[in-house]
């Protein structure tokens, strides 16, 4: 016997690395008193098969365009991603996408795991932690954002690779779980990513038959491999979570399969080698505690008293398998880039200007102005006109409809606008079909690949995408949606097709900005202030019916809409003692009402509101401007939930809005019915001044 260790063979490496994910998961759980270890300890040899083996990433640059994007769907397993991203030595990257020397996820990070400003939180954060492809922990988000990734992919290619230039090339893994497959919005994304033939999409499932209840059996017992056929994937099954090869087979099977999306399904066991927890769900969202953890470390022949540790060898092992490789594609690509410029300056550009989420000279060369007009148009033919020379203008912009396109007038006509479908990728309008949840998940899959994506449906079925728009707003992404039919001016569909508290509650979404135009001209304005946008998801509500276009040689103009709100008609001389406060469709409501009053002599001031997160971003100065706190004489009219106006007429204010849901009838019958005349508007007016 002699004290100095065979060297490992490259088996005992890949087993001594696959049990450091597991244990640094059980050991960050147990720490935190929080988390899921359980999967983690299941899917450790997955995602080390995945990332050391296959997958195409350069842990010293995290964000170079062309590596392979890996997507944690069932986030909740997040410890997956921090042991690997750690032992990856993964490196962080600013908001200024500079490279930092520093790690992404430290070993500290995990030891504070799930703490106060720890790189290693609850569930992967898009934006807090380097390496993190999309915010996942909502079941089925990320699957589903996953296939705007791989649409945006087969898009980029289509544009800018050429004959020896494979500028993009990169495949989209992802790990989802029972909880991801049974939700809805996995159905909708899976059955797109099928039909659009998306073959450099790759879901692994990990058929693990639990959940927080218990056995799936409890409520999921269909055959997910023949749904997935009937969507016209190409499945695959690996019996054996534990096996590296047979793992590692499946993966160069998805690889070689042309014209199909590929689910592997990965038969797996919840708390691999915990002796008493595993294949329950008491492994799936707790810490094991004490004694099962020291069983459990005894079964992976690890030292039972071992916390945090990574042995000797694995971080070298790592470096040697994705490390090498990926640093050999990134050095191999970013030479083919150099000539690619060298012969494509004006693609390449493209490519780079779209890495930073800058927009090309010119971007906004054209945009309709729209003359006086009292007739008008309504705001969604508007945005199609402006949506028509925003995109020819940005050749990266594009974007669909949940099948309303003809409604919502999203659809791009000019002439080689093309429809994306398996056999046209370069194509600019997006066919999402009836799913409206897929459509925003998948516009943040489009923007995360740094496209400038939009997605359209009716106001009312905003409802249906809220969980990814809200995403998009945790995600800080300059996503865009437009929803038209944005109020009463559905008439005759009624009210399950008139949205009334929608303004409001997103208005309540944190870092979501929500515009409601009043005339085609603001539309413009709004459009311009949205395309510069880079950290936030925007909301458009756009009427159905036509809307008076203002003569702006009469009323301010309408660049007012760049700070959310500002005053568009005065009394002569201005200092007013009303204030008539309206947004889209109600602001020619206002219009009408402030000439009555000025005739009586009273002098009031229209302020059109077509942003209230913009107006609330600007300064105090302003605000009193537009709002001067001295006039307490205040009428909001909104064709929506009044809730949440008082912020801006106070408590002597008044609401015109909806308290009730609408009503089938004709547009001008429900103007009526609810109040939304311009004598209602000016009789408020004067009762607030005592003047009635
Ligand atoms: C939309 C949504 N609903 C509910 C949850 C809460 N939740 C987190 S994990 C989980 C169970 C997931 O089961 P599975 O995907 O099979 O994960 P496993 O326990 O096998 O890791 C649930 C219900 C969630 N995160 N997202
Ligand atoms: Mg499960």
Request: net charge negative; hydrophobic share 40%.
């Given at each position: 016997?002699t004290?100095?260790?065979?060297p490992?063979?490259?088996?005992?490496?890949?087993?001594?690395?696959?049990?450091?994910?597991?244990?640094l998961?059980?050991?960050?759980?147990?720490?935190?008193?929080?988390?899921?270890p359980?999967t983690?300890?299941?899917?450790?040899?997955?995602v080390?098969?995945?990332?050391n083996?296959?997958?195409?990433?350069?842990?010293?640059?995290?964000?170079?365009?062309?590596?392979?994007?890996?997507v944690?769907?069932?986030?909740?397993?997040?410890m997956?991603?921090?042991?690997v991203?750690?032992?990856?030595?993964?490196?962080a990257?600013?908001?200024?996408?500079?490279?930092?020397?520093?790690?992404?996820?430290?070993?500290e990070?995990?030891?504070?795991?799930r703490?106060?400003?720890?790189?290693?939180?609850?569930?992967?954060?898009y934006?807090?932690v380097?390496?993190?492809?999309?915010?996942t922990g909502?079941?089925?988000q990320?699957?589903?954002?996953?296939?705007?990734?791989?649409?945006?992919?087969?898009?980029l290619?289509?544009?800018?690779?050429?004959?020896?230039?494979?500028?993009?090339d990169?495949?989209?893994?992802?790990?989802?779980?029972?909880?991801?497959?049974?939700?809805?919005?996995a159905s909708?994304?899976?059955?797109?990513?099928?039909?659009l033939?998306?073959?450099?999409?790759c879901?692994?499932?990990?058929?693990?038959h639990i959940t927080?209840?218990?056995?799936?059996?409890?409520?999921?017992?269909?055959?997910?491999?023949?749904?997935?056929?009937?969507?016209?994937?190409n499945?695959?099954r690996v019996?054996?979570?534990?096996?590296?090869?047979?793992?590692?087979?499946?993966l160069?099977?998805?690889?070689?399969?042309?014209?199909?999306?590929?689910?592997?399904?990965?038969?797996?066991?919840?708390?691999?080698?915990?002796?008493?927890?595993?294949?329950?769900?008491?492994?799936?969202?707790?810490?094991?505690?004490?004694?099962?953890?020291?069983?459990?470390?005894?079964?992976?022949?690890?030292?039972?008293d071992?916390?945090?540790?990574?042995?000797d060898?694995?971080?070298e092992?790592?470096?040697?398998?994705?490390g090498?490789?990926?640093?050999?594609?990134?050095?191999?690509w970013?030479?083919?880039?150099?000539s690619?410029?060298?012969?494509?300056?004006?693609?390449?550009?493209?490519?780079?200007q779209?890495?930073?989420?800058?927009?090309p000279?010119?971007w906004?060369?054209?945009?309709?102005?729209?003359?006086a007009d009292?007739?008008?148009?309504?705001?969604?033919?508007?945005?199609?006109?402006?949506?028509?020379v925003?995109?020819?203008?940005?050749p990266w912009?594009l974007?669909?409809?949940?099948?309303?396109?003809?409604?919502?007038?999203?659809?791009?006509?000019?002439?080689?606008a093309?429809?994306?479908?398996?056999?046209?990728?370069?194509?600019?309008n997006?066919?999402?079909?009836?799913?409206?949840?897929?459509?925003?998940?998948?516009?943040?899959?489009?923007?995360?690949?740094?496209?400038?994506?939009?997605?359209a449906?009716?106001?009312?079925?905003?409802?249906?995408a809220?969980?990814?728009?809200?995403?998009?707003?945790?995600?800080?992404?300059?996503?865009?949606?437009?929803?038209t039919?944005?109020?009463?001016?559905?008439?005759?569909?009624?009210?399950?097709?008139?949205?009334v508290?929608?303004?409001?509650?997103?208005?309540?979404?944190?870092?979501?900005?929500?515009?409601?135009?009043?005339d085609?001209?603001?539309?413009?304005?709004?459009y311009?202030?949205?395309?510069?946008?880079?950290?936030?998801?925007?909301?458009?509500?756009?009427?159905?019916?036509?809307l008076?276009?203002?003569?702006?040689?009469?009323?301010?103009?309408?660049?007012?809409?760049?700070?959310?709100a500002?005053?568009?008609?005065?009394?002569?001389?201005?200092?007013?003692?009303v204030?008539?406060?309206?947004?889209?469709?109600?602001l020619?409501?206002?219009?009408?009402?402030?000439g009555?009053?000025?005739a009586e002599?009273?002098r009031a001031?229209v302020?059109?509101?077509?942003?209230?997160?913009i107006f609330d971003?600007?300064?105090?100065?302003?605000?009193?401007?537009?709002?001067?706190?001295?006039?307490?004489?205040?009428?909001?009219?909104?064709?929506?939930?009044?809730?949440?106006?008082?912020?801006?007429?106070?408590?002597?204010?008044?609401?015109?809005?909806?308290?009730?849901?609408?009503?089938?009838?004709?547009?001008?019958?429900?103007?009526?019915?609810?109040?939304?005349?311009?004598?209602?508007?000016a009789?408020?007016?004067?009762e607030?001044?005592?003047?009635?």
């Amino acid at each position: 016997m002699t004290n100095v260790a065979a060297p490992m063979t490259n088996a005992e490496l890949d087993q001594l690395s696959v049990n450091t994910i597991r244990t640094l998961s059980i050991d960050a759980v147990e720490r935190a008193k929080s988390g899921h270890p359980g999967t983690p300890m299941a899917l450790a040899p997955l995602v080390y098969t995945l990332w050391n083996r296959v997958m195409r990433f350069d842990p010293a640059d995290p964000i170079w365009p062309n590596r392979d994007r890996f997507v944690l769907s069932n986030g909740h397993a997040s410890m997956l991603l921090w042991s690997v991203l750690h032992l990856t030595g993964t490196r962080a990257v600013n908001a200024d996408y500079e490279r930092l020397g520093q790690p992404s996820v430290s070993l500290e990070d995990i030891r504070r795991f799930r703490q106060i400003d720890s790189k290693a939180p609850g569930h992967p954060e898009y934006h807090w932690v380097s390496g993190v492809e999309t915010t996942t922990g909502p079941l089925g988000q990320g699957v589903a954002t996953s296939v705007g990734m791989a649409i945006a992919r087969k898009w980029l290619a289509d544009r800018y690779n050429r004959p020896g230039f494979a500028i993009f090339d990169y495949d989209i893994y992802v790990v989802c779980g029972d909880g991801c497959l049974m939700e809805g919005v996995a159905s909708e994304a899976a059955s797109l990513a099928g039909h659009l033939g998306l073959d450099n999409l790759c879901w692994v499932y990990d058929n693990n038959h639990i959940t927080i209840e218990g056995q799936t059996s409890l409520a999921f017992t269909e055959d997910v491999a023949t749904r997935f056929l009937a969507y016209g994937w190409n499945v695959l099954r690996v019996g054996d979570a534990n096996d590296l090869d047979r793992i590692q087979q499946a993966l160069g099977v998805f690889r070689e399969t042309k014209g199909r999306p590929t689910l592997i399904v990965l038969d797996s066991h919840i708390g691999y080698g915990a002796p008493h927890k595993h294949d329950t769900a008491a492994a799936h969202g707790e810490p094991l505690g004490d004694e099962e953890v020291r069983l459990t470390k005894r079964s992976y022949g690890w030292p039972e008293d071992a916390q945090f540790l990574v042995p000797d060898g694995v971080r070298e092992h790592f470096a040697a398998g994705v490390g090498a490789r990926g640093a050999e594609a990134r050095t191999r690509w970013t030479a083919l880039f150099g000539s690619y410029r060298a012969k494509y300056p004006e693609l390449a550009s493209e490519i780079e200007q779209m890495q930073r989420r800058d927009l090309p000279a010119g971007w906004d060369r054209s945009l309709p102005v729209f003359p006086a007009d009292a007739k008008g148009i309504a705001g969604r033919d508007a945005s199609g006109k402006v949506l028509n020379v925003l995109a020819q203008n940005i050749p990266w912009l594009l974007g669909g409809s949940a099948d309303l396109g003809p409604s919502n007038k999203t659809t791009l006509t000019y002439e080689g606008a093309g429809s994306f479908q398996a056999g046209s990728p370069g194509g600019k309008n997006l066919h999402f079909g009836i799913r409206e949840h897929a459509m925003a998940a998948i516009v943040n899959g489009l923007s995360l690949s740094k496209l400038r994506a939009f997605g359209a449906t009716f106001f009312i079925f905003s409802d249906y995408a809220r969980p990814a728009i809200r995403l998009s707003a945790l995600m800080e992404l300059p996503t865009i949606f437009v929803f038209t039919h944005d109020a009463m001016g559905d008439g005759e569909d009624g009210p399950t097709h008139q949205p009334v508290e929608h303004l409001a509650s997103l208005r309540a979404m944190p870092g979501l900005i929500t515009l409601r135009p009043g005339d085609a001209n603001e539309v413009v304005e709004a459009y311009r202030y949205v395309m510069q946008l880079r950290h936030e998801p925007a909301v458009l509500a756009l009427s159905r019916q036509p809307l008076p276009t203002l003569d702006r040689s009469v009323y301010a103009a309408a660049t007012g809409v760049a700070r959310g709100a500002y005053v568009l008609a005065d009394p002569p001389g201005g200092n007013p003692d009303v204030i008539l406060i309206a947004s889209g469709s109600e602001l020619s409501l206002a219009v009408e009402a402030h000439g009555k009053l000025l005739a009586e002599g009273i002098r009031a001031r229209v302020v059109s509101m077509p942003s209230w997160e913009i107006f609330d971003h600007q300064t105090q100065a302003y605000r009193d401007s537009v709002l001067p706190p001295t006039v307490k004489a205040r009428v909001a009219i909104e064709q929506a939930s009044t809730f949440g106006w008082e912020r801006y007429v106070g408590s002597s204010g008044h609401v015109i809005g909806m308290t009730t849901s609408g009503a089938s009838a004709p547009l001008k019958a429900l103007q009526k019915k609810f109040g939304f005349e311009p004598d209602r508007v000016a009789a408020f007016a004067k009762e607030l001044l005592g003047k009635r």
